[in-house]
């Protein structure tokens, strides 16, 4: 079972799978929060259980449509990906990529 948090304004808690299984709950949850203000957006993950590609995808696209600088994932469980996520996470951190304005967005 999913469960995302609002421990504040700007603090989020997700905890449980954000699997395929999980995938439109997660979503829905992330679509639905009234997030106010200009200020950083905090994602605590400690709490999941289990993460695959689809929880990571959609945690990605949250990021990128409130702005990469806005929203930062702390306390991402070791546990939670296999070893050949872990090493495409370790990729995508280091990887610039562009947007179709040509502007150039980091993944941390």
């Known amino acids: 079972?999913?469960?995302?948090?609002?421990?504040?304004?700007q603090l989020l808690s997700i905890s449980g799978d954000?699997?395929?299984?999980?995938?439109?709950?997660l979503?829905?949850?992330?679509?639905?929060l009234s997030l106010t203000g200009e200020g950083p957006i905090s994602i605590d993950l400690g709490s999941l259980?289990?993460?695959?590609?689809?929880?990571?995808?959609?945690?990605?696209?949250?990021?990128?449509h409130l702005g990469a600088a806005r929203?930062?994932?702390h306390n991402l469980p070791a546990h939670t990906f296999d070893a050949r996520?872990?090493?495409s996470a370790r990729r995508a951190r280091s990887a610039s990529v562009g947007r179709t304005s040509g502007t150039?967005?980091?993944?941390?």
């Open 71 to 73: 929203v930062s994932f």
């Open 18 to 25: 954000a699997t395929v299984y999980e995938a439109n709950t």
């Open 1 to 9: 079972m999913l469960h995302v948090n609002s421990a504040g304004p």
């Open 49 to 64: 259980e289990s993460m695959d590609v689809s929880g990571l995808q959609i945690l990605v696209a949250f990021r990128r």
């Open 85 to 87: 996520l872990r090493r």
């Open 104 to 108: 150039p967005v980091t993944i941390p």
């Open 27 to 32: 979503h829905a949850a992330l679509a639905g």
